[in-house]
């Protein structure tokens, strides 16, 4: 079984940064990719980026593009996510998630993602 564990989040304020990061755990880890999601009160949980865990490439959703970098450690089995420029709109619990060895959905669904972490809060203030 694959656990993940984020840490990093917090309070900060508009205009600055953040680095949040997930370690994962398990016997076999071998995902296809790893990415982040977030849900803020009352919204849907969504896509912010995934990084594919063989070769590196990365993914943003467009809200993020050019603020944030994805990037994961295979030795050390952990994914990092450098925030910057943050807004309050980027308030939100942010969610590690993982794949199986085997991309059946691509990376921006939920349904791609097999293993999901407990969630980290940030909060962005104006």
């Known amino acids: 079984q694959v656990q993940l564990v984020e840490s990093g989040g917090g309070l900060v304020q508009a205009g600055g940064s953040l680095g949040l990061s997930c370690a994962a755990s398990?016997?076999?880890?071998?995902?296809?990719?790893m990415g982040w999601f977030r849900q803020a009160p009352g919204e849907e949980r969504e896509f912010v980026a995934a990084v594919r865990w063989s070769g590196g490439s990365q993914y943003y959703a467009d809200f993020v593009e050019g603020r944030s970098t994805i990037s994961r450690d295979s030795a050390k089995n952990t994914v990092l996510l450098q925030m910057n420029k943050l807004k309050p709109e980027d308030t939100a619990v942010y969610y590690c998630?993982?794949?199986?060895?085997?991309?059946?959905?691509?990376?921006?669904?939920?349904?791609?993602?097999?293993?999901w972490g407990q969630g980290t809060q940030v909060t962005v203030s104006s």
């Open positions: 398990g016997r076999t880890f071998s995902p296809y990719a």
């Open positions: 998630a993982a794949t199986g060895p085997i991309n059946k959905h691509g990376f921006v669904s939920r349904r791609a993602y097999d293993y």
